[in-house]
C-alpha cells in the first residue's frame, strides 16, 4: 500500500496518559499535515510540516500537543495528560506541496475514559 | 483567522436530481479550493478542485464554480446516484504557503 498510512487505528488511554500516535506519508511528498476530526465536524488543522520543519501550529492546540517530523519522513503526534476532549479522530495528511492533492491516512480513532 | 463555512449540513434529494453545496471563505489570499468526500468510516478523498486562476472546472458529473469576488464557491452534483452519499467537505488555502481550512461538512442523502 503506497498511500498513506497511520498507526494504530484505534487507541483507548485512561485520563491523564500520554499517547503518540504515528504517520507515513507518500514517500515524495514534502507536506504533511495533521488535522483532528470530531464526529459531524470537519477536520479541525492543528499543525503541518515541510519536510522536517513545522511551518505552523493552530493556536487551539495546547501545549500538551507536540509533533515531530524528525527526518522529514514520518511524522508523530503526542498527547500528553490525555483529557476526555481529546476523544476524536485524528487523521494525517500528505500532499507534494501546498497547490497538490492532500492524500489522507485512515485516522487514529482516540477514546479517552 | 481563516474561516470557511458551509451550507447547507445536511441535503436530500433524489436519485437523478441535482445537489448543490455553497461554501464561502474569509481569507481574500487563498487560492487553492478542494472538495473532499467522506463515507462513513473511511478517510476523506479528494474529488475535485480548483484554483484561483480558473472560475469553473468539470469532472464528468461534478462541478465547481468560484467567484473570487465574493468569495465564495460551489459544488455541483449532476445526476445524483445513491453512492454520492456521503459527506461532503469544502477546504481553501493560499496554496503553496499555508493549510487547508475545512467546511463544517454536508451530509448528502440520495433516495433511490
Known amino acids: 500500500d503506497t498511500g498513506v498510512s497511520q498507526d494504530p487505528r484505534h487507541k483507548i488511554t485512561k485520563r491523564g496518559q500520554n499517547v503518540t500516535f504515528r504517520c507515513d506519508p507518500i514517500?515524495?511528498?514534502?507536506?504533511l499535515y495533521w488535522y483532528r476530526q470530531t464526529l459531524g465536524q470537519g477536520p479541525e488543522f492543528l499543525t503541518y510540516?515541510?519536510?522536517?520543519?513545522?511551518?505552523?501550529k493552530s493556536r487551539l492546540l495546547s501545549d500538551r500537543f507536540s509533533a515531530e517530523r524528525p527526518k522529514g519522513s514520518f511524522s508523530t503526534l503526542e498527547i500528553q495528560r490525555t483529557e476526555q476532549g481529546d476523544s476524536a479522530m485524528y487523521l494525517c495528511a500528505s500532499s507534494l506541496n501546498g497547490y497538490t492533492e492532500a492524500f489522507f491516512g485512515q485516522g487514529t480513532r482516540l477514546t479517552v475514559v | 483567522g481563516e474561516n470557511v463555512e458551509q451550507h447547507p449540513s445536511t441535503l436530500s434529494v433524489q436519485e437523478g436530481d441535482s445537489a448543490v453545496i455553497k461554501c464561502t471563505y474569509s481569507d481574500s489570499a487563498s487560492n487553492y479550493f478542494p472538495w473532499y468526500k467522506q463515507e462513513l468510516g473511511k478517510r476523506p478523498q479528494l474529488i475535485i478542485d480548483i484554483r484561483s486562476n480558473v472560475g469553473e472546472k468539470k469532472d464528468q458529473r461534478i462541478a465547481v464554480t468560484l467567484n473570487k469576488t465574493a468569495k465564495h464557491f460551489s459544488l455541483h452534483i449532476t445526476e445524483t446516484q445513491p453512492e454520492d452519499s456521503a459527506v461532503y467537505f469544502c477546504a481553501a488555502s493560499r496554496g503553496n504557503t499555508d493549510k487547508l481550512i475545512f467546511g463544517t461538512g454536508t451530509r448528502l442523502q440520495v433516495f433511490p
Open positions: 510540516f515541510q519536510n522536517e520543519a513545522q511551518l505552523e
Open positions: 514517500s515524495e511528498h514534502n507536506r
